[in-house]
C-alpha cells in the first residue's frame, strides 16, 4: 500500500507533490536570507511576489478542477468541486477584491488603487464572501466532504508533511505580519505565504493522486 514515505518512514516513492515537498522544505532555512536579496518593492500589492501568488493559487484550483472531473468516488468530486472557489477566494483576496485593476496616480507620482468601497462593486464583496463561507461549511457537513481526510489518514495515504509544511509557512507569514517587524519584513511575510502556496499544490497533487491512483489516466464517470 502507497503510503506517504516521509511522514511513515519508507523509502521514497514516486508521486506528484514529492520533489515540491523536497523543494519546500529546502527553502524553510532559506527564506530570510532570501528576504535580504529580494527587492523590499518586490512585496508590494500587484507586485512581483503577490503575482507569483495569484499564479500559483490559479495552478491549484485548476488542479482541482481537473481532479473533481477525473475522480471515481462521488464523494470525491464533490470535495474538489468545492476546493475550486475556496482557491477563487483566495484569488480574489491576493487581487485586494479587485483593487489591483484600479490604480491611481497621486500628486507625489506614486501608484495606488482605489479602496475596496470605492469601486463599482465593492458592497457586494463582503455578501458574496460571506455567501461563499457559510456554502461551503454547510457542503462540508451535508455530503461529509471531512471524511477524505479521515479516509486518507487511516488509509496512511495523508501527505502528512504537506500540511504541516502549509502550517508552518502560513505561521511564519502572520507572525511577521502582526508581531515581528524586522529588516524587510514584509518581503519575508508575502515569501512565505508564497512558499504556502506552493505546499498546497503539493499537498493537493498528492492526495489527488492517493485518491484515485495515477493522475494522469482519465476516469470517465458521469455523476
Known amino acids: 500500500m502507497p503510503v506517504d514515505s516521509f511522514s511513515r518512514g519508507k523509502p521514497l516513492e514516486y508521486v506528484p507533490g514529492n520533489v515540491m515537498l523536497i523543494l519546500m522544505i529546502l527553502c524553510l532555512p532559506l527564506l530570510y536570507p532570501l528576504s535580504n536579496i529580494i527587492p523590499p518593492s518586490w512585496s508590494g500589492e500587484n507586485h512581483v511576489i503577490e503575482n507569483l501568488q495569484v499564479f500559483v493559487l490559479v495552478l491549484a484550483m485548476i488542479i482541482a478542477w481537473v481532479y473533481a472531473h477525473r475522480m471515481k ?15 477563487m477566494l483566495l484569488i480574489g483576496r491576493e487581487l485586494s477584491w479587485g483593487r489591483v485593476f484600479y490604480p491611481v496616480q497621486t500628486a507625489s507620482g506614486q501608484i495606488e488603487f482605489l479602496s475596496k468601497n470605492q469601486l463599482w462593486f465593492g ?21 461529509k ?16 508533511l504537506h500540511f504541516v509544511l502549509v502550517v508552518t509557512y502560513l505561521f511564519i507569514s502572520l507572525i511577521f505580519e502582526k508581531h515581528l517587524h ?11 505565504e508564497l ?8 499537498l493537493s497533487l498528492n492526495m489527488g493522486y492517493y485518491m484515485k491512483g495515477d493522475p494522469l489516466k482519465r476516469v470517465n464517470n458521469s455523476e
Open 195 to 202: 512558499m504556502a502556496y506552493l505546499c498546497f499544490v503539493g
Open 123 to 143: 458592497p457586494m464583496v463582503n455578501p458574496l464572501i460571506a455567501v461563499l463561507i457559510i456554502s461551503f461549511v454547510i457542503a462540508v457537513f451535508r455530503f
Open 73 to 87: 468516488d462521488l464523494q470525491n468530486r464533490r470535495f474538489w468541486k468545492w476546493i475550486v472557489p475556496i482557491m
Open 182 to 192: 524586522i529588516n524587510n519584513y514584509v518581503v519575508m511575510e508575502e515569501l512565505s
Open 145 to 160: 466532504l471531512y471524511q477524505v481526510f479521515v479516509r486518507l489518514w487511516k488509509q496512511h495515504r495523508f501527505p502528512t
